[in-house]
């Protein structure tokens, strides 16, 4: 496919500008009409091959699970918004109890919200009740963990999502294990995961008593930062200190979580439990969704504390549920496909880093993929011109991409996606990558 931009998409483009608050749009003139499965269609009709998976929400196929689909027709027509928080109400109730089915033994408590940003919101604040006189947290550069006051005190992605709302809740931020460009200009192994003792030794050392922090969040593998994975010893070793030090251990599994790794939880790639888990994206298959879910032993708090309008919403938990019934139904078959059709990405972009100088590095785990691009392997110059105009010519020859971090590009299709479209897409992505190498 050569896309053009027809007259009807430039006008859509130029009243989104008019009346739109301006926010983080792509640098491709996608404007979406529907989807299928891992395809998605523009509004003139042209066919995109999707790699991102709307953000990391359609886990299970673009629009593509009937059950879904049918599970929301048919709760609008009895209720849609239940005000859960005020009166009760079954779904949301048996829900959580299927939800909690998916976590590790010791988690019976939920907290129902409509976004990333408010499940970590809860976290914080949930924190701070659980571990009454400790007013700290602590976080990882190149953490995102969204965008409300709360939430963006622990994001420290980039400066831009920052700058102009501080000063920020009291978060320290540490180094997170990036090996590709190591912040104590270490390597990895011999460095030992020198960034996880960093913790000990410096913040907790010389700047707060451990007995004063509430939290430790962390992405199991960093999203928005750039699809960085960190080594298995250093999410051991945080969980160490979090546990020698009473400090709950919330693991952000908004993006990573929900199969995208091939397992439910991200985190259990590393051997490890968190404390408190948070999820969003994909937990609702298309409609908005967050849970807070803790840990028994950590206790309630108390009422009034905390709340909102929508949360349980009976449209979302219809939603969430039915796509949590498709996830039971079918995990062994989504854990494989995950396995395989990353291992098959991942195969591509082995060769396409020994073939092309603009990939530095790939790295992943099951269909969460990033590849970061450089300006050059030894100098390991950002490569931020060369990583969008892939994304432009992916977008040209059918394909859907998202950035993340300075440079990188991550792959995240459905966990669903065929090998045929894994092949297509990859074919595409070569292409854009060799034109854009060519050009150097
Ligand atoms: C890891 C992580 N946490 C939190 C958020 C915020 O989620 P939302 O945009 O739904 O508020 C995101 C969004 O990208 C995310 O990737």
């Not at 998409?9 to 739109?20: S, T, Y």
């Not at 939920?110 to 914080?124: D, I, P, R, W």
């Not at 100088?357 to 011109?385: H, N, P, Q, Y």
């Amino acid at each position: 496919m050569v896309f053009k931009v027809s007259k009807r998409i430039k006008d859509i483009i130029d009243r989104d500008k008019k009346v739109m608050i301006t926010t983080t749009r792509e640098p491709y003139p996608f404007v979406v009409e529907r989807g299928d499965g891992d395809f998605a269609y523009d509004i003139d009709g042209n066919k995109f091959i999707d790699f991102t998976s709307f953000i990391g929400v359609y886990n299970m196929g673009v629009n593509t699970n009937r059950q879904i689909r049918e599970a929301i027709k048919a709760q609008v027509d009895r209720l849609s918004h239940s005000a859960f928080l005020d009166f009760h109400g079954e779904p949301p109730v048996a829900f959580a109890e299927k939800l909690l089915t998916m976590f590790p033994k010791g988690f019976g408590k939920v907290f129902f919200s409509n976004s990333g940003t408010e499940a970590n919101e809860a976290a914080l604040k949930l924190s701070r009740i659980f571990k009454q006189k400790r007013l700290y947290n602590i976080a990882f550069y190149g953490a995102f963990h969204g965008r409300t006051m709360g939430s963006l005190s622990l994001t420290a992605a980039k400066v831009a999502q920052k700058w102009h709302f501080g000063p920020y809740n009291n978060t320290i931020h540490v180094p997170f294990a990036y090996c590709y460009r190591c912040p104590l200009k270490l390597e990895y192994p011999s460095c030992g995961v020198a960034c996880a003792d960093y913790i000990v030794e410096q913040p907790l050392s010389h700047e707060v008593a451990p007995q004063e922090v509430a939290t430790i969040f962390m992405e199991p593998v960093q999203g928005e930062g750039g699809y960085i994975v960190p080594p298995k010893e250093f999410v051991q070793k945080v969980r160490k200190i979090a546990s020698e030090h009473g400090i709950v251990f919330v693991a952000d599994e908004v993006q990573s979580g929900y199969m995208r790794t091939g397992k439910f939880l991200a985190l259990d790639n590393f051997g490890v439990e968190a404390d408190v888990y948070t999820m969003a994206k994909a937990l609702g298959g298309g409609v908005p969704i967050g849970a807070t879910i803790t840990r028994t032993s950590l206790g309630d708090i108390p009422p009034g504390a905390h709340a909102n309008t929508f949360g349980g919403n009976f449209l979302a938990i219809a939603a969430a549920n039915a796509s949590l019934d498709y996830v039971k139904k079918n995990q062994k078959q989504l854990e494989s496909n995950a396995r395989a059709m990353g291992a098959l990405i991942m195969k591509r972009l082995n060769e396409m880093k020994e073939k092309y100088e603009i990939v530095g590095d790939v790295r992943g785990i099951g269909l969460m993929i990033g590849v970061e691009f450089v300006k050059s392997k030894k100098t390991k110059e950002f490569g931020a011109e060369e990583r969008e105009a892939v994304v432009k010519k992916s977008f040209d020859k059918g394909l859907l991409l998202l950035g993340c971090g300075p440079s990188s590009i991550r792959l995240i299709p459905p966990v669903t996606v065929s090998k045929e479209s894994v092949t297509k897409g990859m074919d595409a992505f070569e292409q854009a990558v060799k034109e854009v190498n060519g050009k150097r």
